[in-house]
């Protein structure tokens, strides 16, 4: 931790010549982040599809899935804002440009995370949130101080959770060759999934996706908490009291996972 706040004056600065890097080109950016909206109604686009022909789906009306779907959004949009990129690992192994990495004395991970930072993606961020605030006065009708703070709590282990299932897939990079298409089924495939409520998943689906791939700790079960309904059978809404026990565990297991794979890697010069 010394180590680390000792370097964030040179993170700050990586961090910042990429931000300036993608913002000096106006009408490109705007373009992008247009994109990425349009990309973000489109997804929503198919809640309102849904509800146009059911009234409830996995045991939950159109506010409270509102609510599954504005959390997963603005989790998902914010951690692969900031570690999206890591899947480029494979590159950077091909490149040789990981080998120069490890010379440098800053953590590879940390490196790898400052080596890039997507902007273009805060549209979608901005859109869940829009889409959280319309949500909340269709999904809950009792609030209390407890569930006030597990709603804002939530986007923020939501997130945490994501980055972690990204630093596994990257961690599986140094076995695999080109393998980021087999582990963003993982990770972009758990972000579809925490879009809608897990209860829709059959049995063995449901357990992977919670327990596994803890997609339903992003949303789904906090959702349940929040608006004091019941879960599936097998997730219990008490559940979504744990996202943030559930968001350090992966991350134990993801940075365990990750020195694990350096050390196996082995550069072009041994």
Known sequence: M????????AYRV?????????TSYRTSFALDLLGQLGLALLELSEIYVVFHNVDMLGGLDFGAALLVFALANVSWSVADTLVGHLDTLPTYIRTGTLDAML???LPVLAQLVTSDVSLRRLARTAMGLVVLVAALPLAVDDWTPARVVLLVVTPVTGAAIFAALFVCATGAQFWLVDGSEMTNGF????SYVASYPTSVLHGVARTFFTFVVPAAFVSYLPALAITGQEGAPGLPSWLGWCTPLMALLIWGAALQ???FGLRHYTGAGG
């Open 103 to 105: 010379l440098r004395p």
């Open 257 to 259: 996972w990750w020195r």
């Open 14 to 22: 990586l961090l910042g010549s990429r931000m300036a890097a993608q």
């Open 2 to 9: 010394a180590d680390l706040l000792r370097d964030l004056p």
């Open 187 to 190: 990770t972009y495939g758990s």
